[in-house]
């Protein structure tokens, strides 16, 4: 099969990541709960995975980096620790569902949001949106690196720097950057929430928010810890306050194994490696009068590669089932991101989205070329 729906979770990962979680299964047990030698074992894996983590993301601190179960778990537990009755957010017009239906649920608090919106391959206009949708209740910027649905990348280091500006948090959806494009706390983000099984190559199932330093979120999560166990009262100390319950352990160890992965192969040379293949795919399409590419052509500065199209009388769906019919495999329809659609005026139809790995070939391409002149 030509897997090209890795902005969705990457596939395959590599065999030293299932090596690292079949391992943690064989050899493991409840870490921090126990002093026998399994459960030490198991506590001393997961200080790895998170030094490991800390600095493959210029986090200083790494009781800062907390293991979540995903990026959605990790937006969760990041806006509704942090916001507060009567709060008033402002986001991009491009925004994944794990950032709207939080906010949508927390409007029994009376905390609104304002979209800004985004001006393709323009940084200032973009920058001048959030800074005109910033009103006296505003207290978050939420804003992710890249749309997962259009490649599009936010100037997220000018946003972070207006919300400090103004007095405001600033909170970064990495899902779809993070291994692929540079993601530091060094930044001065307030929170990051990460998806581990994208491009860090971890298990799905597994995700990181990492917390910059003076930010400390209520839980929206309680439970044991290991530590401190006579309290009734969840612990004050970091990662264990947002740590409940037997951690993913299998997950974690895989977790690390993706992350030294891509810091071996360089982030930079994955993300060259990825452009270079979706500006191919480019060139090819946007020859082929039935295809409706809705972006610029991919760049360096401006996107990630991540490339949206539909074919002029089909269905996203039908685009979609007829390449896998084909053995290749692309996601279509919304995304989970209805805000993008929306953007882009493609609510109706959805779009067939590209999102290829560091494993994907020219090959690969080609297949996908030839597969889509046939239909
Ligand atoms: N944010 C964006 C931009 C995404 O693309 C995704 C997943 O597709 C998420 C958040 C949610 O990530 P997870 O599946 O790890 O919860």
């Not at 907390?66 to 991009?92: E, Q, R």
Request: proline fraction near 5%.
């Amino acid at each position: 099969m030509i897997y090209l729906d890795n902005s969705a979770t990457t596939y395959p990962k590599p065999p030293a990541v299932s090596a690292a979680v079949s391992s943690a299964m064989k050899h493991s047990a409840n870490p921090g709960r126990s002093g026998h030698s399994l459960s030490l074992a198991a506590a001393s894996e997961i200080y790895n995975a998170r030094s490991s983590a800390a600095g493959f993301f210029g986090c200083d601190n790494e009781e800062r980096v907390i293991f979540t179960s995903g990026c959605t778990m990790a937006m969760n537990m990041a806006l509704k620790g942090l916001l507060k009755k009567g709060d008033h957010v402002v986001v991009s017009s491009l925004e994944h569902n794990a950032v709207m239906r939080p906010l949508q649920s927390l409007a029994k608090d009376d905390i609104t949001f304002t979209k800004a919106q985004i001006v393709p391959f323009d940084n200032e206009k973009t920058t001048d949106s959030f800074r005109k949708a910033i009103n006296a209740k505003t207290r978050m910027i939420v804003c992710t690196h890249a749309s997962n649905v259009w490649g599009l990348r936010m100037p997220v280091e000018r946003l972070s720097a207006l919300a400090h500006a103004y007095g405001l948090m600033f909170v970064l959806d990495a899902a779809q950057s993070a291994g692929v494009a540079e993601v530091t706390m060094k930044s001065g983000y307030d929170a990051v929430c990460i998806a581990g099984h994208k491009g860090l190559y971890g298990p799905m199932g597994t995700g990181i928010l990492i917390l910059g330093e003076n930010i400390l979120p209520d839980t929206i999560i309680e439970g044991g810890t290991g530590s401190s166990s006579a309290e009734f009262m969840q612990p004050e100390e970091l990662p264990d306050r947002f740590e409940s319950g037997t951690p993913n352990l299998p997950g974690i160890a895989g977790l690390k194994t993706g992350i030294d992965f891509v810091r071996k192969k360089g982030t930079d040379r994955i993300f060259a490696h990825e452009l270079a293949l979706m500006q191919y795919l480019y060139s090819r399409l946007e020859k082929m009068p039935e295809i409706k590419l809705y972006t610029p052509r991919p760049d360096a500065e401006f996107t990630l590669p991540v490339l949206s199209f539909n074919i002029d009388g089909l269905s996203s769906e039908e685009t979609a089932l007829r390449l896998s019919k084909r053995g290749i495999a692309v996601r279509a329809g919304l995304h989970c991101a209805p805000l993008a659609h929306e953007s882009m005026g493609t609510l109706d139809t959805g779009a067939v989205r590209i999102s290829p790995s560091v494993f994907t070939s020219g090959a690969d391409i080609d297949r996908l070329i030839f597969a889509l002149k046939r239909i």
